[in-house]
């Protein structure tokens, strides 16, 4: 089975700082994805970054980067320069392909402010 | 809006009635999830359609849901005899399996139906 754990329930970070949210996972899957989505008020999730398992490169988009130690199987994102809309729950979620499809499994999520 | 679109955004009912709700994907996508939400948890996978087949339920998905997909572009996810531990938000989300990738898909998400029975 495949397990995503967030061990930071909430965070909080200045405005125009820099934040890391951690996210580990448990897989014996060797080809995977991994994605960090944002869950604002208006609840909407949205797909801030992706990784894919095999690309030893660690993904970056914009503000949004991550620390992807497939070893430790470990997924951080880091947020720069921290903006007040970045003030979200953030979901670490991990994309196995199966035959009938492809699975997605999601963390319990951490809760970001961005203070300004 | 060419996104995701999720009706009713919420539903209040009494325990015992059903309700249904309505997913319109994203028109291009030929894959659709339903997942449910609950209060300071992740998504939890309910079941999965591939155009009009559903291919994955979880066993979440007790036998007072069921889902449909009728012509392969909209979903309708019904609950009956509703029950307090239903209330959950409902999230729909579609894909479509990128270009070239064996495995490689993005989901795209509703704003979610936010149930309460009472």
């Known amino acids: 089975a495949q397990t995503v754990t967030q061990s930071q329930p909430e965070m909080s970070v200045q405005e125009a700082e820099t934040v890391t949210l951690s996210c580990t996972y448990d897989t014996s899957e060797s080809n995977y994805y991994l994605f960090w989505y944002k869950q604002p008020p208006s609840r909407q999730m949205i797909l801030v970054i992706r990784?894919?398992?095999?690309?030893?490169q660690n993904a970056t988009e914009n503000r949004f980067s991550v620390n992807f130690q497939k070893a430790a199987k470990s997924f951080s994102l880091k947020i720069s320069d921290s903006q007040l809309g970045d003030t979200a729950m953030y979901f670490c979620a991990f994309m196995k392909h199966s035959r009938s499809g492809n699975q997605f499994y999601f963390g319990t999520g951490t809760s970001l402010t961005v203070i300004p | 809006d060419t996104g995701v679109s999720q009706d009713p955004r919420h539903k209040i009912t009494k325990r015992g009635q059903n309700v249904t709700f309505r997913c319109d994907p994203i028109s291009e996508h030929n894959r659709l999830y339903w997942y449910r939400q609950t209060l300071g948890q992740g998504p939890e996978f309910l079941t999965y359609f591939q155009n009009e087949a559903q291919l994955e339920k979880s066993r979440l998905l007790s036998d007072r849901f069921s889902a449909e997909r009728p012509k392969g572009s909209f979903s309708t996810l019904e609950i009956q005899r509703t029950e307090q531990g239903d209330s959950a938000m409902y999230l729909c989300?579609?894909?479509?399996?990128?270009?070239?990738?064996?495995?490689?898909?993005?989901?795209?998400f509703g704003s979610g139906t936010q149930l309460s029975v009472l």
């Open positions: 989300a579609s894909s479509v399996r990128e270009q070239g990738a064996r495995s490689n898909e993005k989901l795209f």
């Open positions: 990784q894919e398992a095999y690309k030893q």
